[in-house]
């Protein structure tokens, strides 16, 4: 039987993946689509740490936390980077 943590922990992802469904179906250029898109990477970013520190019991090590987000969080910046540089703004 799961633990009440991982049931709350698959809980907050599936709202999460549910924001990130709702963000793709927004149609927006401009200032408003850099938006949705650091939304959705965003969403992204909290979804890995929650994975990290849940399901593979990462939560207790604040080492490799700090380690994971950080290399998450910077490929998150370059691919919102990427995705600038790739609308041409």
């Known amino acids: 039987m799961p633990s009440n ?11 999460l993946s549910l924001a990130t469904t709702a963000l793709t179906l927004i149609e927006a250029d401009g200032p408003l689509g850099l ?3 650091a ?14 520190a849940r ?3 990462l939560a207790g090590s604040r080492f490799w936390m ?3 987000s950080g ?3 910077g490929f998150l910046v370059l691919a919102f980077v ?8």
């Open 35 to 37: 938006t949705v898109a």
């Open 39 to 52: 939304g959705v990477l965003a969403l992204a970013g909290l979804k890995a740490r929650i994975i990290l």
């Open 71 to 73: 290399a998450i969080g």
């Open 5 to 15: 943590a991982l049931v709350r922990a698959w809980m907050l992802l599936v709202g």
């Open 66 to 68: 700090a380690s994971f």
């Open 82 to 89: 990427v995705h600038i540089i790739g609308r041409g703004a």
């Open 55 to 57: 399901y593979l019991s």
